[in-house]
């Protein structure tokens, strides 16, 4: 009977696929914007809803041990959702690999067949990146496939003979964020080494016209008369300007990122 017992308890091991795992996450988001005023939930706050302890819900989201097919149940209906088959994993077939088991970090390769598309989003995005002065803006909770979706876009547009970058702002120091000027220079040097051009800063730059001015002079009578095609740029983790605007007054600055995501 104990044999039997510890059989079936092996048999409900499961944990998330990517599929549910998104699916989770984007219903989470959801509700959040519609019920919570934005903010993502604490665990106590999905304890309550789905009736789990925080621990539970801990192991739910890292996906790193299995737990009983009923506790998914719970969390996927008071989202709203219903659990498929496609939406988890058994821990007791050969079906789970290293890299299911590990959280993963960066964005998803072009060919990856775990990620999971999410139409109409990806068309309507490939769509808009080639319209001229096109702004995209990507929201997502943390390893939500923010970054991988971004390279998809980039990517889509590329095919269509579109020159694409990517910056990274966790790349830049701190002291880079400490005025505007000094953030639009080094914005603009960086997307010239990123184009393989001459660095001609320097040249462009006159302090009597400001740092709006003469960003906007850079692109338009320098950077972009050398391209042969359209730019695109895309740029990865903006969400650290403003954690720097958090810790700093620079009311110039908060009114471009402001202006930016929307």
């Given at each position: 009977?104990?044999?039997?017992?510890?059989?079936?308890?092996?048999?409900?091991?499961?944990?998330?696929?990517?599929?549910?795992?998104?699916?989770?996450?984007?219903?989470?988001?959801?509700a959040a914007e519609l019920n919570n005023a934005g903010k993502g939930y604490t665990l106590e706050?999905?304890?309550?809803?789905?009736?789990?302890?925080?621990?539970?819900?801990?192991?739910?989201?890292?996906?790193?041990?299995?737990?009983?097919?009923?506790?998914?149940?719970?969390?996927?209906?008071?989202?709203?959702?219903?659990?498929?088959?496609?939406?988890?994993?058994?821990?007791?077939?050969?079906?789970?690999?290293?890299?299911?088991?590990?959280?993963?970090?960066?964005?998803?390769?072009?060919?990856?067949?775990?990620?999971?598309?999410?139409?109409?989003?990806?068309?309507?995005?490939?769509?808009?990146?080639?319209?001229?002065?096109?702004?995209?803006?990507?929201?997502?909770?943390?390893?939500?496939?923010?970054?991988?979706?971004?390279?998809?876009?980039?990517?889509?547009?590329?095919?269509?003979?579109?020159?694409?970058?990517?910056?990274?702002?966790?790349?830049?120091?701190?002291?880079?964020?400490?005025?505007?000027?000094?953030?639009?220079?080094?914005?603009?040097?960086?997307?010239?080494?990123?184009?393989?051009?001459?660095?001609?800063?320097?040249?462009?730059?006159?302090?009597?016209?400001?740092?709006?001015?003469?960003?906007?002079?850079?692109?338009?009578?320098?950077?972009?008369?050398?391209?042969?095609?359209?730019?695109?740029?895309?740029?990865?983790?903006?969400?650290?300007?403003?954690?720097?605007?958090?810790?700093?007054?620079?009311?110039?600055?908060?009114?471009?990122?402001?202006?930016?995501?929307?």
């Open positions: 009977m104990t044999e039997n017992s510890h059989v079936q308890r092996r048999k409900r091991g499961v944990i998330l696929s990517p599929q549910g795992w998104q699916r989770l996450q984007l219903a989470e988001q959801q706050q999905l304890g309550e809803q789905t009736g789990l302890s925080p621990n539970t819900i801990t192991k739910v989201r890292r996906r790193r041990l299995a737990v009983d097919r009923q506790t998914l149940e719970f969390y996927f209906n008071a989202l709203k959702l219903t659990l498929h088959p496609d939406d988890y994993i058994s821990m007791d077939t050969d079906v789970v690999t290293g890299l299911q088991m590990k959280p993963i970090r960066g964005h998803l390769p072009l060919d990856s067949p775990i990620y999971v598309e999410r139409p109409p989003i990806e068309p309507l995005a490939y769509e808009e990146i080639l319209q001229p002065g096109a702004l995209i803006r990507v929201k997502a909770p943390r390893q939500f496939g923010k970054t991988s979706l971004m390279v998809r876009i980039l990517a889509a547009a590329q095919e269509k003979g579109l020159q694409g970058i990517v910056l990274n702002m966790q790349l830049a120091d701190a002291t880079v964020f400490q005025d505007l000027n000094r953030f639009l220079r080094w914005f603009c040097a960086v997307v010239t080494r990123s184009l393989q051009l001459p660095h001609r800063v320097d040249d462009h730059w006159h302090e009597v016209y400001g740092g709006n001015y003469n960003c906007t002079d850079y692109f338009e009578n320098y950077l972009l008369p050398e391209l042969d095609e359209p730019l695109v740029l895309a740029l990865d983790e903006v969400d650290t300007i403003f954690d720097h605007l958090m810790n700093r007054e620079m009311p110039m600055l908060w009114k471009i990122a402001q202006a930016s995501a929307t």
